[in-house]
């Protein structure tokens, strides 16, 4: 959300409009990937920290550099437990900074952690770590995973066993730079009457550690079944994968960045096309918006992040949970978070 608009607020009586209050309180988290692994919640979430960096397009202000794992007995818990220190930046032989969103998964017993973080030279790439216990610790591959790029990684586990990653953010998250896999310094987004950029997945090996396939980029089409615009900034991608399954339908749901919706569109098959459906999540307080959707015993929650703790720093957020509703037709509803206080 813009910087003027923060000072309008009134954190003072913030806390009664919103729709649920942070999980985590004692640090600043972010990004918030949950899973239910053995009848219990998992949260793996980035750790925001106040690195002294300027805000600036690029995100150099997000200085991460380790992740913590929360757990929930129930999705009643006031507050999530931090499970301690899971994987630090130090320990990763190929990155240098900017531990951003992970996700996590498992598979016959080991737990795998992916993460996307910066090499020496500035571009990111996306490493996966291991572990015996799904709130670890991890111990990273020694090198990122052949092929990947951008950021945001997120796993999805099919019916059938098959796991597939779907990653990629604009602006700091690199995506512009690559067209059809490949580097190219020069590369910017497209003009706004071009067709966006789309969100880039591939199906993952048996050992959960490499892509199985070459990359491909999602498709995200309206109503007509037209690719959306880079000018279409209230619908098109610009980060925050995640994809989940709904009576037989797949959900793709991303952030849209600097206009700052929650939005998802359905398809037929993890491959797409996505036929864009609509917002799931109101902007938040903060600039940037984060989320997973999780069932848990039955009923369908999304996890988010807002800068309502930190009285609107954006670098400084906090994991939330709120319970999402489906429609007879699939359609999913449009949460506000704060009630009656629209942000925008």
């Known amino acids: 959300m813009p910087e003027e608009s923060i000072?309008?607020?009134?954190?003072?009586?913030?806390?009664?409009?919103?729709?649920?209050?942070p999980l985590v309180k004692h640090i600043y988290t972010a990004d918030p990937s949950a899973?239910?692994?053995?009848?219990?919640?998992?949260?793996?979430?980035?750790?925001?920290?106040?690195?002294?960096?300027?805000?600036?397009?690029?995100?150099?202000?997000?200085?991460?550099?380790?992740?913590?794992?929360?757990?929930?007995?129930?999705?009643e818990d006031k507050e999530a437990k931090d499970n301690g220190l899971?994987?630090?930046?130090?320990?990763?032989?190929?990155?240098?900074?900017?531990?951003?969103?992970?996700?996590?998964?498992?598979?016959?017993?080991?737990y795998y952690l992916y993460f996307p973080a910066k090499r020496p030279d500035g571009i990111f790439q996306i490493g996966v770590a291991v572990s015996d216990s799904p709130v670890g610790p991890f111990f990273p591959e020694p090198e990122a995973i052949k092929g990947s790029y951008t950021i945001d990684p997120?796993?999805?586990?099919?019916?059938?066993g098959k796991y597939?990653?779907?990653?990629?953010?604009?602006?700091?998250?690199?995506?512009?730079?690559?067209?059809?896999?490949?580097?190219?310094?020069?590369?910017?987004?497209?003009?706004?009457?071009?067709?966006?950029?789309?969100?880039?997945?591939?199906?993952?090996?048996?050992?959960?550690?490499?892509f199985a396939e070459e990359p491909k980029e999602l498709k995200i089409l309206d109503e007509n079944g037209n690719e959306l615009l880079a000018g279409d900034n209230d619908r098109r991608f610009f980060e925050a994968s995640w994809m989940h399954k709904y009576?037989?339908?797949?959900?793709?749901?991303?952030?849209?960045?600097?206009?700052?919706?929650i939005c998802y569109?359905?398809?037929?098959?993890?491959?797409?096309?996505?036929?864009?459906q609509g917002r799931i999540l109101?902007?938040?307080?903060?600039?940037?918006?984060?989320?997973?959707?999780?069932?848990?015993?039955?009923?369908?929650?999304?996890?988010?992040?807002?800068?309502?703790?930190s009285k609107g720093v954006t670098h400084l957020r906090s994991i939330k949970v709120a319970k999402i509703n489906y429609h007879e037709d699939g359609s999913i509803e449009t949460l506000d978070p704060y009630s009656d206080y629209r942000v925008l």
């Open 154 to 160: 997120a796993v999805f586990e099919d019916e059938d």
């Open 265 to 276: 569109a359905i398809g037929d098959n993890p491959y797409g096309p996505f036929i864009y």
């Open 247 to 261: 009576n037989g339908k797949y959900y793709f749901s991303y952030s849209t960045g600097d206009t700052h919706f």
């Open 35 to 75: 899973h239910v692994f053995n009848g219990k919640i998992y949260i793996y979430p980035s750790h925001d920290v106040d690195a002294g960096i300027p805000f600036d397009d690029d995100g150099g202000h997000f200085g991460m550099e380790d992740y913590h794992v929360f757990s929930m007995d129930t999705i």
């Open 164 to 210: 597939y990653m779907y990653f990629g953010g604009i602006w700091g998250g690199q995506l512009q730079k690559y067209r059809k896999n490949k580097f190219a310094k020069e590369n910017e987004e497209p003009s706004a009457n071009e067709v966006a950029l789309g969100p880039i997945m591939a199906l993952l090996s048996d050992d959960m550690k490499e």
């Open 86 to 110: 899971a994987l630090h930046v130090k320990d990763v032989k190929w990155a240098e900074k900017q531990m951003w969103a992970p996700d996590a998964a498992h598979k016959d017993g080991k």
């Open 282 to 309: 109101n902007p938040v307080i903060g600039w940037t918006s984060h989320h997973s959707i999780c069932e848990v015993e039955g009923e369908w929650y999304l996890f988010y992040h807002d800068s309502s703790l």
């Open 7 to 21: 000072e309008k607020i009134d954190f003072s009586t913030l806390d009664e409009k919103a729709i649920s209050q």
